[in-house]
């Protein structure tokens, strides 16, 4: 897909989630469920949660400082920052801080907003910015605290979700390993899965009002997601891979949003590949949204099982609904 002549690749990877662990067990004590109905039906056994000090900048930053060690450049050497987040510290905005805290005084930041799919998407927009030989070198981060949102006597929900942030660098690069790329959207499912705002009239003088209120904890039809996500997520990997001119066969590791340990099988028989090409953190970690993918990435880089030149197909799906594949290959 690349007609600009323009190569990218992706060199650095980092991740951090909070020390602070709730199990399972611990859930037991709170909501009415058990560890057993847990595990058989999401594979989930623990989840890390920020504390009531903590902040989405902090945990992003370190997610960042990582990759970019790992890419061998320096912060000041970034153009561009994209965060992908639902769960901003500022609602205008923490991309912004996540530069001033990396010490990246030239790049240009800003959040972007797509749920579980943000990454994907986020990783598809820094690609156009080096396509067009605009910028070099991209940071992109995707980070969440959904312990900020989470009905936390909801036992359909609060068994799910998770803190964490990870992060990718893009270059510019001779070898092009962005190798292809799907991004899909249906807003007549956009109640299934919701954080929504709840307003409340507010009369400033007779006859001019205005709303004001709040964001309500996460509501989801967990069945629905579920159906939505083993039929439309398969279909957009075959897309990117075809745009990439690849095979399923030709896909070293499947790498989708760790929102649920049935869907990620699911979608791996659908597309015939096979079990042990499939990276899965979620047992220990939960849905951690915007953050699930490139923590998977990192863990598995780290791990040494991703090689350099290996082939990742990658998903998200999630809320809004959004749905999107990227395919590239580790490293330069």
């Known amino acids: 897909m690349n007609q600009l002549g323009l190569g990218i690749a992706i060199t650095g990877s980092g991740s951090a989630t909070p020390e602070v662990a709730l199990d399972n067990h611990q859930l037991e004590r709170m909501v009415e469920t058990s560890d057993e109905w847990i595990t058989a039906r999401t594979g989930i056994r623990e989840r890390h949660l920020v504390d009531a000090q903590g902040c989405l900048s902090a945990i992003a930053s370190t997610a960042a400082q990582k990759a970019i060690a790992m890419a061998g450049i320096a912060p000041t050497d970034l153009d561009l920052i994209i965060l992908a987040t639902s769960t901003p510290d500022d609602l205008f905005g923490t991309a912004t801080q996540i530069q001033h805290l990396l010490g990246a005084p030239q790049a240009v930041s800003f959040d972007m907003t797509a749920a579980c799919s ?58 092009d390993r962005f190798l292809g790329f799907e991004l899909r959207s249906d807003g007549t499912l956009n109640k299934s899965l919701q954080l929504a705002f709840k307003a409340q009239t507010r009369e400033l003088v007779e006859g001019v009002t205005v709303s ?19 039929q439309k997520v398969p279909e957009v990997i075959e897309k990117a891979l075809f745009r990439a001119n690849l095979s399923t066969d030709e896909v ?46 990192d863990e598995a880089v780290r791990a040494g099982q991703i090689q350099s030149g290996d082939v990742i197909a990658a998903a998200g799906f999630g809320a809004g609904l959004t749905w999107g594949a990227t395919i590239f290959q580790w490293g330069r």
């Open 252 to 297: 070293d590791w499947l790498l989708l949003h760790q929102a649920n340990q049935r869907i990620l099988d699911a979608v791996a028989q659908r597309l015939n590949i096979p079990a042990e090409k499939v990276l899965s953190n979620l047992a220990h970690y939960g849905n951690t949204s915007a953050a699930s993918i490139p923590l998977a990435l």
């Open 212 to 230: 004001q209120g709040n964001y309500q904890p996460i509501s989801m039809n967990g069945k629905e997601i579920y159906r939505f996500a083993v």
């Open 118 to 175: 943000g990454f994907v998407f986020g990783m598809v927009t820094a690609a156009q910015f080096i396509r067009t030989g605009v910028y070099q070198n991209v940071l992109l981060i995707g980070a969440d605290i959904l312990s900020r949102w989470v009905d936390w006597t909801d036992r359909g929900t609060c068994i799910l979700f998770g803190d964490g942030a990870g992060a990718i660098v893009m270059q510019v690069n001779e070898s």
